[in-house]
Nanobody, 120 residues
Framework: QVQLVESGGGTVEPGGSLRLSCAAS?????????MSWYRQAPGKEREFVSD???????TYADSVRGRFTISRDNANNTIFLQMNSLKPEDTAVYYC?????????????WGQGTQVTVSS
């Protein structure tokens, strides 16, 4: 069935950069529409970070606007999150979400997350 796999997380010093990837896969009769990044820090609610529609039009949370850039490669059902000028408060598990439509059967599908740690 549908599967999302995140990669690219790691540990970086404040001011550094990371690039996250999320590859979606599934049956040929499924299409991936809005794809999003969320994050969750320990003891905190999961929060929206960024999303991109099928055409790549982006939306950003205020906390990351100007520092993060989302993009997508529809041919490979992949989205990316370029994270620059990272701050300690960006530390979280980052999750990819896809709005999936499989012959009129909609679903929200989530990856298992990738850890991003920003510390000195």
């Amino acid at each position: 069935q549908v599967q999302l796999v995140e990669s690219g997380g790691g540990t970086v010093e404040p001011g550094g950069s990371l690039r996250l990837s999320c590859a979606a896969s599934g049956p040929t009769y499924c299409s991936f529409y809005m794809m999003s990044w969320y994050r969750q820090a320990p003891g905190k609610e999961r929060e929206f970070v960024s999303d991109a529609d099928r055409d790549g039009n982006p939306t950003y949370a205020d906390s990351v606007r100007g520092r993060f850039t989302i993009s997508r490669d529809n041919a490979n059902n992949t989205i990316f999150l370029q994270m620059n000028s990272l701050k300690p408060e960006d530390t979280a598990v980052y999750y990819c979400k896809a709005r999936t439509l499989c012959i009129g059967r909609p679903s929200d599908d989530w990856g298992q997350g990738t850890q991003v740690t920003v510390s000195s």
